[in-house]
C-alpha cells in the first residue's frame, strides 16, 4: 500500500521531447512537492502545491510545469528535454508545516539521450 | 537563508563499530532539523527530526542525533553499526515559514555515504 507512488520509474528519451512524470499521495496530505536529485545525490526542492495552489517555485526553468488537478496528485511536465534535466526526480507529501516529516516516492530515474 | 553542511561524504565503519555522521546547519531562526535516509535506488526515509523540546533525538534504526545551538550542530549517531544501515544519509533544515505561510521546505546537505565492512 505504497503512500507516495511515482510513474515511471525510469525514463529514457531524446532531447527535444516532451515527457511528464505522475505522482499520487494516499496520505491525505495537503502539501506535495517536486525534488531534483543531481548526479551528485545533492537534492533541491523544485515546487511545492498546497490544497492545489502553487506556494514554491524555486527558479526552474519554465519548461518545467508542475500540474496539481486535485490534493492528492502532483505531475510534472517537462518540455523540450535537454541533456542537463538528467536526474533523480522526486516527488514527495507532508502535512505542510516546517516541523512535519516529508514523505517520498521512490523516485523517477530520467535520462536524455 | 537556511544551509546544511554534511563533513564528510563518505564514511566507513566496521560492523558493530559507533557511527558519527556529522552536520551543521546555518539558520536565521530556531531551526527544524532533519535525518533522513536514503537506500540504493529507493526514496528517502525519516530517520528523526528535531522540532523543539528534548535536544537527544531518538529515530529509527537506533540511530539518534543531538542538537546542539552553540555548536549549530546536529550529528547523527548509532553506538553499533550494521550491514543494513550502509545507504546515503541527508541531513536537513527546515522553514518555519515561507514567504508567510506554514508550509515548509527541506534544504538538504549533500549527504554522506555510509559504508559498513563484515
Known amino acids: 500500500d505504497t503512500a507516495v507512488s511515482q510513474t515511471p520509474k525510469y525514463l529514457v528519451t531524446q532531447m527535444g521531447n516532451d515527457k511528464s512524470i505522475k505522482c499520487e499521495q494516499n496520505?491525505?496530505?495537503?502539501?506535495m512537492y517536486w525534488y531534483k536529485q543531481d548526479s551528485k545525490k545533492f537534492l533541491k526542492i523544485m515546487f511545492s502545491?498546497?490544497?492545489?495552489?502553487?506556494?514554491i517555485n524555486e527558479t526552474v526553468p519554465n519548461r518545467f510545469s508542475p500540474k496539481s488537478p486535485d490534493k492528492a496528485h502532483l505531475n510534472l511536465h517537462i518540455n523540450s528535454l535537454e541533456l542537463g534535466d538528467s536526474a533523480v526526480y522526486f516527488c514527495?507529501?507532508?502535512?505542510?508545516?516546517?516541523?512535519?516529516?516529508?514523505?517520498f516516492g521512490q523516485g523517477t530515474r530520467l535520462t536524455v539521450v | 537563508a537556511q544551509s546544511v553542511t554534511q563533513l564528510g561524504s563518505h564514511v566507513s565503519v566496521s560492523e558493530g563499530a559507533l557511527v558519527l555522521l556529522r552536520c551543521n546547519y546555518s539558520?536565521?531562526?530556531?531551526?527544524?532539523l532533519f535525518w533522513y535516509v536514503q537506500y540504493p535506488n529507493q526514496g528517502l526515509q525519516l530517520l528523526l527530526k528535531?522540532?523543539?523540546?528534548?535536544?537527544l533525538v531518538k529515530g529509527i534504526n537506533g540511530f539518534e542525533a543531538e542538537f546542539k545551538k552553540s555548536e549549530t550542530s546536529f550529528h547523527l549517531t548509532k553506538p553499533s553499526a550494521h550491514m543494513s544501515d550502509a545507504a546515503e544519509y541527508f541531513c536537513?533544515?527546515?522553514?518555519?515559514?515561507?514567504?508567510?505561510?506554514?508550509?515548509?521546505?527541506?534544504?538538504f546537505g549533500r549527504g554522506t555515504q555510509l559504508t559498513v565492512w563484515p
Open positions: 502545491y498546497n490544497n492545489k495552489e502553487l506556494i
Open positions: 539558520s536565521s531562526v530556531p531551526p527544524y
Open positions: 536537513a533544515v527546515s522553514d518555519l515559514r515561507y514567504r508567510g505561510s506554514t508550509l515548509g521546505r527541506l534544504y
Open positions: 514527495a507529501s507532508s502535512l505542510g508545516g516546517g516541523d512535519t516529516e516529508a514523505f
Open positions: 528535531y522540532t523543539t523540546g528534548a535536544t
Open positions: 496520505l491525505g496530505h495537503d502539501t
